[in-house]
C-alpha cells in the first residue's frame, strides 16, 4: 500500500518492471478486499468452520504480508533511481525515511477517522497498531539501514540479518516480562494485546526488510540482466525456499514461545517463498513479448494494476465501507456464496473509484501510489 512506483532507469526493462510489481499489488488490493469483507458480512457460526472457509483464510492471510514485501522491495529500486538523478544515498535514504513518516502519520489520521465515524468508538482507539502503522515505521527504518550502506552486497546482508534478527526477537517478546512495563502503547508495537493490536511490528517488520532483500539485488542487477533467466531463478528460490520453510515446520524449534501461525520462522518462511516465487512468476506471465500482453488489455492498461497503483487509497476508502456505519445491516447477515457475491461488486466499485482518483486527485494527493 505504500508507494511502490518503480522509477525509469536506462532501457526498456524498467517499465515492465513497474507493470508487474503494480500487477502484484493489484492482487494484494483483491486479496485484501475479499477478506475484509468475507470477514465483515458472512454469518456467524458454523459457515465459519468449513474447510472452505478455513481455506479462503489462509489465502486472505497473504495480502498483507504481499503489502509489506513490496513496500520494501520497492524501496531500493526507488533510492538507486533518487541516486542516478544525482542524490547522494544518504540524501535518498532521508527522502525514503519521509515517506515513510508520512504512511505513519496517515495511519494515526485514520485511527481519527475510525474514531470519528465509529459508534461507540474510545479515545484509546487511536492509538491501535494496523498495519500502516507497522508499513510506515518499518519503511522509515529500512530506509535509514539502506543508507548506512552504499554497496549493493552490504545493503543485502545487512537486510538479511535485520529479518533474521526480527524472527529470532519474535517469539522470545511473547514469553519476556519487560516489554509489560512499557506504556501500553508502545508495548502494543511490540506484541499483541487484544482489542489494540492487528498488526506488530514483530514479525511483520521482517516482510518488508526481506522485501529490501530482493529489491536491492533486483536494483543492482544491470537491467539487460533482469530477463527471463534472471526472474526463473527468482521463481525457482521462491519455490525452494516455500518446500525447505515447510519441511521445516514439522522440527521442533529452540525459540520458546514460538508458535506456527503466529511466530513461527518457518510460516515466515513458507509466506516469503510464496511472495519471491510469484514475484518471478509475473514477470513471465506479464514480460512483453507473452501472450498475456499480446492478447489482453489494450495499450497495456490493466484493471489490476490500476489497482496496485491505487492501493492505498483503496486501502483507505474499503475499510470504513466494509466494516463502518455505512453498511452495518450487512454485517453478519450473509452466507459465504452472499457474501462472494458481493465481493466481486464491491471490488468493482472500487475500481471505478480507482480510475476517478486516478484521473482527478493523482497529482496532488499523498495517496498515490502511481
Given amino acids: 500500500m505504500a508507494d511502490t512506483t518503480v522509477p525509469e532507469a536506462a532501457g526498456p526493462a524498467p517499465r515492465q518492471r513497474a507493470g508487474y510489481i503494480d500487477w502484484m499489488r493489484g492482487l494484494a488490493v483483491l486479496i485484501m478486499i475479499l477478506g475484509h469483507v468475507v470477514d465483515s458480512w458472512t454469518v456467524l457460526g458454523p459457515v465459519r468452520q468449513t474447510d472452505g472457509y478455513y481455506y479462503l483464510l489462509i489465502l486472505t492471510g497473504m495480502g498483507a504480508p504481499m503489502f509489506l514485501w513490496l513496500a520494501g522491495l520497492a524501496l531500493p529500486l526507488a533510492g538507486h533511481a533518487r541516486v542516478r538523478r544525482g542524490a547522494t544515498p544518504s540524501e535518498a535514504s532521508r527522502l ?46 529500512a530506509a535509514w539501514l539502506w543508507g548506512r550502506n552504499h554497496h549493493p552486497r552490504g545493503r543485502v546482508v545487512w537486510a538479511a540479518a535485520a529479518t533474521v534478527a526480527i524472527l529470532v526477537l519474535t517469539p522470545l517478546m511473547r514469553v519476556w516480562e519487560w516489554p509489560g512495563l512499557l506504556p501500553g502503547p508502545l508495548e502494543w508495537y511490540l506484541r499483541p494485546t ?43 528460490v521462491g519455490v525452494t525456499m516455500t518446500g525447505i520453510a515447510y519441511a521445516l515446520s514439522f ?36 514480460r512483453p513479448d507473452g501472450l498475456w500482453a499480446r492478447h489482453t488489455w489494450p495499450r497495456g492498461w490493466s484493471p489490476i494494476a490500476l489497482l496496485g497503483r491505487s492501493s492505498l487509497f483503496i486501502y483507505w476508502v474499503h475499510v470504513e465501507l466494509v466494516y463502518g456505519v455505512f453498511s ?34 493523482d497529482r496532488a494527493s499523498l495517496m498515490s501510489d502511481a
Fill in 194 to 236: 487484544p482489542t489494540r493490536t492487528t498488526f506488530t511490528l514483530l514479525p511483520w517488520s521482517a516482510f518488508v526488510t526481506a522485501g529490501l532483500v530482493v529489491g536491492e539485488i533486483v536494483a543492482a542487477t544491470p537491467p539487460a540482466a533482469r530477463g527471463m533467466r534472471f526472474h526463473l531463478a527468482v521463481l525457482g
Fill in 96 to 141: 525514503l525515511q519521509r515517506r515513510g513518516w508520512q504512511i505513519f502519520g496517515l495511519a494515526l489520521l485514520f485511527r481519527l477517522q475510525a474514531y470519528l465515524f465509529s459508534h461507540g468508538a474510545s479515545l484509546i482507539g487511536l492509538f491501535k497498531v494496523d498495519i500502516l502503522n507497522v508499513m510506515g515505521l518499518s519503511l522509515v527504518a
Fill in 251 to 286: 522440527q521442533p524449534t529452540p525459540l520458546p514461545g514460538s508458535q506456527f501461525w503466529t511466530t513461527s520462522s518457518a510460516f515466515f518462511g513458507i509466506r516469503l517463498g510464496v511472495l519471491i516465487g510469484t514475484f518471478g512468476l509475473l514477470y513471465l506471465a506479464l
Fill in 328 to 361: 452495518k445491516p450487512l454485517h453478519q447477515a450473509m452466507s459465504l456464496p452472499q457474501a462472494l457475491a458481493s465481493c466481486a461488486a464491491f471490488t468493482l466499485l472500487m475500481l471505478a473509484i480507482a480510475m476517478l482518483k486516478t484521473r482527478y486527485w
